[in-house]
């Protein structure tokens, strides 16, 4: 009789018709990891095959794809995307005790389905200016008082334009818009990071009354695919976002040190939102982490009244 022999678990699973290979494994109990839920858009189900290359199914386009963003050598395939007509031996990816006991969580609890989705989203990054200055030259506990004070009213900002904020990383903050399927993220974004620059002037009147020093922020904006999803440890795994969007939004929001601006936004941004913001400069940055140069648009208001938009 036909088999798919997996290994190291040295699991022998019978062939009585052609069959996908992630299906057949997870039925076995094979705990092979399946983070995008088998649509080709993750590497986490690949396998190494050993014998009977030729008893599988070619690699579909998305498997293909990813084949050549990875570079991966003929033998490795991605199970969910391949079915055996024949006997194959193959070792999968999850080699040990840590992998095998994330992947064995796959079909449980908050690992359920797949563990994060793929939106079009914007995403905000927030980031006190001379935060480091101001922490050596106040109390600790000021400190906190006046990033709460901040970030209460920032938070207001985001989800009065239905956006959520998604981490509180020291003095910075991380918004995200769209992952609901809200509309237009880019403008949302963009006008609630206005805001959050207004609430900004108003804690630079309050701290510089009460303590004697500035207080600004810089903000980036980019616009693109992210993951969104559960991610860290199961005991403590939250939502939040991912993708190279969120490092351009930070690295954009650290350029405006360089451009001596408030607020950076993507191409992407610019080009959704320029009927109803007002832009100035425009930069062309080297970022890092990015290859060649990358357009930055500086944000200067709205073009029409806030009401209206
Ligand atoms: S499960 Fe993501 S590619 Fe197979």
């Known amino acids: 009789m036909s088999e798919v022999f997996v290994s190291p678990d040295e699991v022998s699973i019978p062939l009585v018709q052609p069959a996908n290979l992630l299906e057949m494994a997870i039925e076995a109990g094979v705990a092979i990891a399946h983070l995008c839920g088998g649509r080709a858009r993750c590497s986490t189900c690949r396998v190494r095959i050993v014998e009977g290359l030729d008893a ?120 995200v818009f769209g992952v609901d399927g809200e509309d237009d993220p880019a403008f949302s974004a963009v006008k609630a990071g206005l805001e959050v620059l207004a609430v900004a002037a108003d804690m630079h009147d309050y701290v510089s009354r009460i303590y004697g020093c500035a207080f600004e922020v810089r903000i980036g904006v980019s616009l693109g695919e992210v993951i969104f999803g559960l991610m860290g440890a199961e005991s403590s795994a939250r939502e939040t976002v991912l993708g190279d969007v969120v490092n351009t939004a930070s690295r954009l929001e650290s350029a405006n040190k360089t451009t001596g601006t408030s607020m950076l936004v993507t191409e992407d941004v610019h080009a959704g939102t320029m009927d109803r913001v007002e832009y100035g400069r425009q930069f062309e940055l080297e970022l890092a982490g990015k290859d060649g140069h990358v357009v930055a648009h500086a944000v200067i208001g709205l073009t029409v009244p806030s009401s209206e938009t």
């Not at 055996?84 to 064995?104: F, P, T």
């Not at 793929?118 to 480091?132: I, K, L, N, S």
């Open 56 to 175: 599988l199914t070619e690699r579909t386009d998305e498997e293909a794809a990813m084949a050549a963003k990875l570079d991966f050598p003929s033998e490795v395939r991605l199970a969910c995307q391949t079915q055996a007509n024949d006997s194959v031996r193959l070792w999968r990816l999850v080699l040990d005790k840590i992998d095998v006991e994330m992947a064995s969580q796959l079909g449980e609890g908050h690992y359920a389905g797949p563990v994060g989705r793929e939106v079009q989203a914007a995403v905000m990054f927030v980031d006190v200016a001379g935060f480091t200055a101001m922490s050596e030259a106040l109390p600790a506990y000021d400190v906190v008082h006046i990033l709460n004070r901040f970030f209460n009213r920032a938070g207001d900002a985001v989800d009065s334009n239905s956006g959520r904020v998604d981490n509180y990383m020291g003095d910075g903050l991380l918004a």
